[in-house]
């Protein structure tokens, strides 16, 4: 039915991008994973990267749907006492395809068009997409031990990390964010704690010689993602401690 509706419009842009702003008012992700799905497939056709309000619009219809099977996920992983366990691994591995369906479109969706796309450019969209990719592959790699998520994911992020070092300043929020992930990533799908404190504190320290750079518009921004990593570094490291003294 969202599929139809969508195909309604032919390659009207403008009516599609109408299409997804009605979804996502009315809280309806899943169809707006369709709609702007449609968006990115018509967009890529004539070479055309999306603006920035049409990739804000790819990115909460992705991350809500993918979200609230996330939280599901973990809720049945924390497991119930007097429920058939049986019962639960069956509706556990339910939402399990759900993620992997879900999470499989938006990569194929940056792989095969958005990255494409802006691939050279080296500025922030890049970066943008590249993380996201990341972060996708690490969503799979958090209930799927196949070993390709876990390299999906090192690989986008490095190729993130590259792109935003060599083009974007240490302070701006999208190289801080892809930082935090790729730090997240390393800690707790790769189990690499060394690595991921020396990102975590590498991105945060050179983001605090440059403070005072810091435009008014991505003050706030930035500096809430540095809380994050550092909040991260501290709970880390004690817990690296910890195991040392044991």
């Known amino acids: 039915m969202s599929s139809a509706l969508v195909d309604s419009l032919g390659e009207d842009v403008s009516k599609v991008v109408e299409l997804v702003r009605i979804a996502e008012t009315a809280e309806r992700y899943e169809d707006m ?9 018509l967009k890529s056709a004539k070479k055309e990267d999306l603006d920035v309000d049409e990739r804000n619009l ?23 006492d007097e429920v ?5 691994t069956k509706y556990k591995a339910l939402i399990e395809k759900q993620l992997e369906d879900i999470c499989t479109e938006i990569i194929d969706l940056l792989k095969d068009n958005l990255i494409v796309t802006v691939k050279g450019n080296g500025d922030e969209t890049e970066v943008f997409y590249l993380k996201m990719a990341g972060d996708y592959f690490r969503y799979m790699a958090e209930f799927n031990d196949d070993e390709k998520f876990k390299k999906g994911a090192e690989e986008f992020y490095r190729s993130a990390m590259d792109v935003a070092e060599a083009n974007l300043k240490e302070t701006h929020p999208t190289r801080l964010g892809l930082a935090l ?10 189990k690499k704690p060394q690595e991921a404190c020396e990102l975590a504190k590498k991105s945060f320290d050179a983001a605090i010689e440059k403070l005072d750079t810091l435009n008014d518009a991505s003050y706030k921004d930035s500096t ?13 490291t004690s817990a690296e401690d910890d195991q040392e003294q044991e």
Not at 84 to 88: A, C, E, G, K, P
């Open 33 to 41: 994973c369709v709609y702007v799905k449609k968006l990115v497939k």
């Open 58 to 80: 790819l990115s909460v219809a992705y991350k809500n749907v993918v979200g609230q099977a996330r939280s599901s996920w973990r809720t049945l992983n924390a497991g119930f």
């Open 84 to 88: 058939d366990q049986d019962m639960i």
């Open 181 to 190: 992930n790729f730090s997240v990533c390393y800690y707790e799908i790769l």
């Open 224 to 236: 809430l993602i540095m809380q994050l990593l550092r909040d991260n570094l501290t709970l880390w």
